[in-house]
């Protein structure tokens, strides 16, 4: 399975008009400031929730990005951001998410 056919299945086919997709990533995106997250972040940790990903190599032309990259592979994503996409109906209820922070529930 790809990360996009992974990606794709848990957050749904954003259907409809360019403006309704643009206001759903609007969403997601507030929903994870709220909690401290960059998009980029959590879109790099997701496919790793889904039990036929093993890896994410995202990939970097220059030094500056390889080491951004890296750092959004270690971001603390709390279970808090997922609970939320999926009660806002922006992440199916049964994609598979992982706890990444010690204690969080």
Do not use: Y
Not at 12 to 36: W, Y
């Amino acid at each position: 399975m790809t990360i996009e056919s992974a990606t794709r299945s848990a957050f749904g086919r954003c259907g409809g008009s360019h403006a309704s997709g643009q206001i759903r990533l609007r969403r997601i995106e507030t929903i994870g400031k709220d909690r401290g997250v960059k998009r980029a972040e959590a879109a790099s940790r997701f496919p790793l929730s889904h039990s036929a990903i093993v890896s994410v190599i995202p990939g970097g032309r220059k030094p500056r990005e390889v080491r951004r990259n890296a750092a959004m592979l270690d971001a603390q994503i709390p279970s808090t951001l997922w609970r939320a996409l999926k009660a806002e109906g922006l992440l199916r209820s049964d994609a598979p998410t992982l706890r990444w922070r010690q204690g969080d529930s």
